[in-house]
């Protein structure tokens, strides 16, 4: 009965692991897929900023080519050891800081990307974070990764493409300040406190921070797999180093 027991345990974890890492029909690449169009919301905001330009001030176009803009996903669950962690970046985004002459607190900032355009697992990034993220990652398992996290069941990127982060307050004195953001995901937005290290200023501008999100907040449910046998922390990480000019 013992032995029974421990084969069908080995082969629940043995399923589990398949349909997290494995299994699953691969995603098609963005270039390949239908997604929802930008709706010239970058141009939006750039003709916001630039009427904010014109009362004076400095405005800074974020460059993407110079920043990052990571996302931490961490392994959860009974079986969380044969799970993985996994490292997000968005490799283009679009961002905005203005500063006024009257001082931070009436300046403010945008930064939108887009789920469906994030890369996931660059080995890269991966061999930067220690023994937490030393596993290298095969194509087909990204490729899972990406439609358990990005899929109808858990973030639904087809359905709310855009994560924004705009500023609603911002107090303090450089280098530090602290940000009161606005923060739109899955189609709800949440406000927080944010610490900000700003330098550069004021010829170019250099600001890093980080934030923790809860997907169940923006009403996204973390993906589980067998009554969570395998799954992913609720909490994220959102890690970011921005320059512009």
């Known amino acids: 009965m013992k032995l029974t027991r421990g084969l ?3 082969a629940i974890l043995i399923t589990a692991v398949s349909l997290v890492s494995c299994t699953s029909s691969p995603v098609a690449p963005v270039s390949e897929r239908t997604v929802a169009p930008q709706l010239g919301r970058a141009k939006d905001f750039a003709a916001h900023y630039a009427e904010l330009s014109k009362a004076q001030g400095q405005l800074f176009n974020l460059a993407p080519k110079v920043s990052s803009v990571r996302i931490y996903v961490f392994r959860a ?9 996994h490292v997000l970046s968005a490799p283009d985004f679009n961002g905005y800081f203005f500063l006024a002459p009257a001082g931070a607190a009436a300046s403010s900032f945008d930064l939108e990307f887009r789920l469906d355009q994030l890369e996931i697992d660059n080995p890269d990034h991966r061999s930067t974070l220690g023994k937490a993220f030393a596993t290298q990652l095969s194509p087909e398992a990204i490729a899972s990764t990406r439609e358990h996290m990005l899929g109808e069941d858990n973030l639904q990127a087809m359905r709310f493409p855009f994560v924004r982060i705009r500023s609603v307050q911002i107090s303090g004195e450089a280098p530090k300040f602290a940000a009161k953001i606005a923060v739109q995901l899955h189609g709800q937005t949440r406000e927080m406190w944010v610490p900000l290290s700003v330098t550069g200023l004021p010829e170019n501008l250099s600001v890093e921070g ?36």
């Open 8 to 10: 069908i345990s080995i």
């Open 77 to 85: 669950g009974r079986a969380a050891k044969v799970g993985h962690n």
């Open 210 to 245: 980080s934030l923790v999100l809860r997907q169940s907040d923006f009403g996204a449910k973390p993906y589980s797999v067998l009554g969570g046998l395998l799954a992913v922390e609720d909490e994220v990480i959102v890690e970011f180093k921005l320059s512009g000019s």
